[in-house]
């Protein structure tokens, strides 16, 4: 099969490891990549041997030749960069959330549907081992109909205060809050009606970081399930792990337990302090990345060659972020408010 040629917009922290990701398949070859910052892009071409680099995304879309797309710029600058993605008449995946303002989610679900590109946003819990098993018990029915749900999606305060160096043109709510209400909706199969969000602001901004600290989201769905979600950026760094992540699921003949933070399959111990690293996420086994993290990608590349479905619709990413405004708006009015589609 001819390799298809990628270009990935973005070369941070993710970006690099879509880069690496993509490098690894075989059925593709990353042809370019493009950052704002050019030595950060030049550095991960010249480490994975990517022959082009560009300053400009539009330089970029106009001179590479590439066959696809992907977008790693922070939560708040996927629009545009999207937008003249499908302009280009390119198939793209974007990181999540899928953009982050009702006018940025139009634009972008516009510019595909106009161009008739191909596009899919990386929440790739959907690809991940225990929520796609669960998610094939639920629609089984053997369990009954889905009656309640719990997740919580927090990270260690280093991931505000030193990971992102955007944290505060973000939140928790998009960066976090986007997978675990993708995960409630992915799960139970419907989205969000009404929702309540608590909210507290305090210990980050001491920081010097002036982002909320966490939401608690009480959510009705349309199909009558019930659910609570918690997204904080506050869990002290010496946890073991950088991710908390726990979901419960009641459901009327039975129930899943998930504990997805680590999973305690491996600890490391040393005279100073122990670490469970996330052996499910992207683990480098045998020299290549493995773990639903690349298989979310490695999907998204499978579908666009052989024309098959995407894990997730654009209209169903589109959705999680116009609830995550429904959520915004409830958190500061402090009452339930009903999403708008
Ligand atoms: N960090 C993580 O663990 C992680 C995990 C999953 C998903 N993500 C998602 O990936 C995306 C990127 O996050 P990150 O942590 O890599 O951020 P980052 O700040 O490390 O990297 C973003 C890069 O995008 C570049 N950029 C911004 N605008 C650009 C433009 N118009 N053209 C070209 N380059 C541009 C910046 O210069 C920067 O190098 C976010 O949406 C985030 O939610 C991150």
């Known amino acids: 099969m001819k390799k298809m040629k990628a270009a990935v917009i973005g070369a941070g922290i993710f970006g690099s490891f879509h880069v690496r990701a993509l490098s690894e398949m075989p059925t593709v070859e990353v042809t370019a990549i493009c950052d704002l ?20 995304h ?20 996927h629009a545009q960069v999207a937008v003249d ?53 639920i629609d089984s029915g053997q369990m009954g109909n889905v009656c309640h749900m719990y997740v919580r999606l927090n990270d260690n305060k280093s991931v505000a205060t030193d990971m992102l160096s955007w944290s505060s043109a973000s939140s928790v709510l998009w960066f976090l809050g986007s997978h675990s209400l993708d995960l409630l909706c992915y799960l139970c ?14 210990v980050l901004k001491s920081l010097g970081v002036d982002t909320v600290d966490v939401y608690q989201t009480s959510l009705e769905f349309e199909n009558g399930v019930i659910a609570q979600m918690e ?29 997805t933070s680590n999973s305690d399959m491996l600890q490391v111990l040393t005279e100073t302090h122990t670490e469970t690293p996330n052996c499910i996420a992207r683990p480098v086994i ?15 590349v499978r579908c666009l060659q052989d024309g098959t479905p995407f894990n997730i619709t654009v209209d169903e990413a589109a959705e999680v972020c116009l609830a995550i405004l429904g959520i915004l708006e409830s958190a500061e009015k402090r009452q339930p408010v009903d999403i708008r589609y």
């Open 37 to 56: 910052n050019r030595d950060r892009a030049e550095k991960l071409a010249a480490e994975y041997h990517v022959p082009q680099v560009y300053q400009s």
């Open 189 to 202: 199969g419907s989205r969000p009606k009404t929702v309540y969000a608590l909210s507290r602001k305090g």
């Open 85 to 137: 993605v499908a302009n280009a008449g390119l198939p793209f995946l974007v990181e999540k959330p899928f953009a982050t303002t009702r006018e940025d989610i139009e634009r972008m679900r516009e510019a595909i549907a106009k161009n008739r590109v191909r596009a899919m946003c990386d929440l790739h819990n959907r690809s991940s081992q225990p929520y796609a098993m669960a998610k094939a018990i």
């Open 58 to 77: 539009m330089e970029m879309l106009h001179q590479s030749g590439c066959d696809f797309v992907t977008i790693a710029t922070p939560d708040h600058l």
């Open 231 to 259: 997204n904080g950026w506050i869990v002290p760094n010496g946890n073991t792990a950088i991710i908390d992540m726990k979901c419960n699921i009641t459901c009327e003949k039975g129930a899943f337990n998930m504990n």
């Open 286 to 300: 045998n020299g290549r990345v493995e773990g639903f993290a690349p298989g979310n990608i490695a999907s998204f």
